[in-house]
């Protein structure tokens, strides 16, 4: 299985910014897409999730301000982000459940300037 993201950027405080990834591979039933990220110094947070039937969930720091979609038929996973702020500056990770596995992107850098 293989995840692509794309979208990350440098944008400022207030500002939006869009992520992508699509899954390729050995993806059959996938359940879950979503989303983790990882501050310097911080531990991997989760972020967002969606599963194949569209319900959504979203950590706390987030809600009202980013927003998860998917497109199934292209095997794609979506991350609107809204009303940035500095503290969402991090390396954003997706992944994908497949059964009992989990699988994961490189990350792409999202960086707020205030």
């Known amino acids: 299985v293989q995840l692509v993201e794309s979208g990350g950027g440098l944008v400022q405080a207030g500002g939006s910014l869009r992520l992508s990834c699509a899954a390729s591979?050995?993806?059959?039933?996938?359940?879950?897409m979503g989303w983790y990220r990882q501050a310097p110094g911080k531990e991997r947070e989760w972020v967002a999730g969606i599963t194949i039937g569209g319900s959504t969930n979203y950590a706390d720091s987030v809600k009202g301000r980013f927003t998860i979609s998917r497109d199934n038929a292209k095997n794609t996973v979506y991350l609107q982000m809204n009303s940035l702020k500095p503290e969402d500056t991090a390396v954003y990770y997706c992944y994908v459940r497949i059964r009992a596995a989990t699988y994961w992107g490189q990350g792409t850098q999202v960086t707020v300037s205030s």
């Open positions: 591979g050995s993806i059959f039933s996938i359940n879950v």
